[in-house]
């Protein structure tokens, strides 16, 4: 049977909960930085004082690369704070976020919204910006206006609820289905 090489370095704990946990955090860290990707662009056009004109371009741009560099960030960040975790704390918020309605909920809008944002985007300004552009910033817009969404809703008083953790199977050989 092969081995894996061992990690570059000792102290690595590359586990499937530390992946997901850092995966997860990046998912919600894309959409927060894509709805504030406008408002710095809005703020970059107004501090400029007429030497910069709008650009669906470049708001398009500024969206995806605010949703990129936020959820690198987070992303490192998550995973410095798993790195100083033990296995129990990275299994119970794996859990959490696993079994949580509210995560689950603001995929879907996300996901709903960039789906739909790279439909009508390019189809709203076609000749306005490239195509990789108008498909990208569409994706990222949409996706923040769903992550957005979803926000707004819970903040309304409309939370996702609670959804019933599993039980978790016993190690008893008695208790295993046959």
């Known amino acids: 049977m092969a081995q894996l090489p061992p990690p570059l370095f ?3 704990k590359w586990t499937s909960d530390t992946n997901y946990i850092t995966a997860r955090t990046m998912k919600s ?3 927060f930085g894509s709805v504030l990707g406008l408002p710095l662009y809005f703020a970059l056009l107004v501090s400029s004082k007429g030497r910069r004109t709008f650009s669906v371009e470049r708001l398009l741009n500024v969206s995806t690369l605010s949703g990129i560099g936020v959820a690198g960030a987070g992303g490192a ?4 704070r ?3 975790s033990d296995a129990a704390t990275l299994k119970q918020r794996r859990t959490e976020l696993a079994y949580s309605a509210s995560k689950r909920r603001e995929d879907d809008f996300g996901t709903i919204g960039a789906v739909l944002g790279i439909c009508l985007v390019p189809a709203i300004f076609w000749t306005r910006a490239g195509l990789l552009d108008l498909t990208l910033g569409g994706g990222t817009l949409g996706y923040g206006s769903g992550f957005l969404a979803h926000h707004l ?7 996702a609820g609670k959804a019933p953790l599993p039980e978790i199977p016993s190690d ?3 208790m295993r289905r046959r």
């Open 10 to 12: 000792p102290s690595e």
């Open 29 to 31: 860290a894309f959409g």
């Open 77 to 80: 960040l998550t995973y410095s």
């Open 82 to 84: 798993n790195a100083l």
């Open 153 to 159: 809703q819970t903040w309304s008083g409309n939370p």
């Open 172 to 174: 008893d050989p008695r």
